[in-house]
């Protein structure tokens, strides 16, 4: 069964250790994030992007899999489908869609729109039992035509977008989606303290999870970020896993190029990065 964030993420933030979202593109990534979280028996958050949502047809089939995946594979531990980087009207697409959790990225309007369309939204969420994030500042890099500098959020303007009743803030702290640049100056810890101070028991979410040193996540945790956004790194495994799987031509082999067969070294790598990032964020065995 599908459920809100914001039960795990309170939990999270209470405990000082962070739940993973990882992006899903297909079948096969959803069916190993899924069998890796229960295994683990962490909770998890499967994350949508407008983008892979079209790829798979539509909010409306990403429900429906997603729903009889967890039924049919006996997925005990929380789950929940969450919107990532929503519009303001993909936002409502996959409310009706049945999401159990969305992201509104307001963070490219002027702060008085950001919040006027934050407060109606969070409305709209509280009715129906759905877990709402949105953001302050954005987010470095492109992900799927969303385009950021990574401009650090001001902490006012966090607590402005905190105090309308948000279950999650993802605030700016220079990070970046995609693969960080060598001459990448890190994260802003004081940026991301004063968000904090000015949030309280906000969960505050890190995206751009992939790449950031494994020391910077554990401080970014012990500051309050809850829920850590996880892609490019799932991506980059995938597709070496595969690459190796073909370059030994092992798809000429018998029946390997069946894409079961062809797909699987993928899928157990994507597994393997799920468990080391579970791990890393501390949410093993807190389902």
């Not at 594979?73 to 789950?79: E, Q, R």
């Not at 000015?198 to 969960?203: A, I, N």
């Not at 062809?262 to 964020?281: C, Y």
Request: aromatic share 6%; with cysteine; hydrophobic share 40%.
């Amino acid at each position: 069964m599908l459920v809100s964030a914001k039960e795990m993420l309170q939990k999270a933030k209470a405990g000082h250790y962070a739940v993973g979202q990882f992006n899903i593109n297909n079948l096969e990534w959803t069916k190993a994030i899924l069998l890796t979280s229960e295994e683990l028996k962490s909770p998890v958050i499967l994350g949508v992007s407008e983008g892979a949502g079209k790829y798979m047809t539509g909010y409306k089939t990403v429900t429906a899999m997603v729903k009889n995946m967890i039924d049919e594979l006996n997925i005990t531990v929380p789950v929940a489908l969450h919107l990532d980087h929503g519009s303001y009207e993909a936002c409502y697409k996959c409310i009706e869609a049945g999401f159990s959790s969305i992201m509104f990225d307001g963070s490219h309007y002027p702060i008085e729109e950001n919040v006027a369309k934050t407060k109606e939204l969070v409305q709209v969420c509280a009715e129906k039992g759905l877990s709402l994030e949105a953001e302050v500042g954005s987010i470095g890099g492109e992900e799927d035509g969303v385009v950021g500098a990574g401009e650090c959020a001001d902490p006012q303007e966090c607590k402005m977008i905190a105090d309308l009743g948000v279950d999650m803030l993802a605030a700016g702290i220079g990070n970046i989606h995609g693969k960080y640049p060598e001459n990448w100056a890190g994260l802003s810890f004081e940026t991301l303290d004063g968000v904090q101070q000015l949030t309280g028991d906000m969960p505050l979410v890190l995206h751009g999870g992939t790449g950031i040193p494994e020391d910077m996540i554990k401080k970014a945790i012990d500051l309050g970020v809850s829920k850590i956004n996880v892609n490019t790194e799932c991506q980059l495994t995938f597709a070496a896993a595969t690459r190796k799987y073909i370059e030994e031509g092992k798809d000429l082999q018998g029946k390997g190029y069946d894409p079961r067969k062809l797909l699987a070294p993928g899928v157990e790598a994507i597994k393997a990065t799920v468990k080391e990032k579970m791990e890393l964020f501390g949410s093993i065995g807190k389902a």
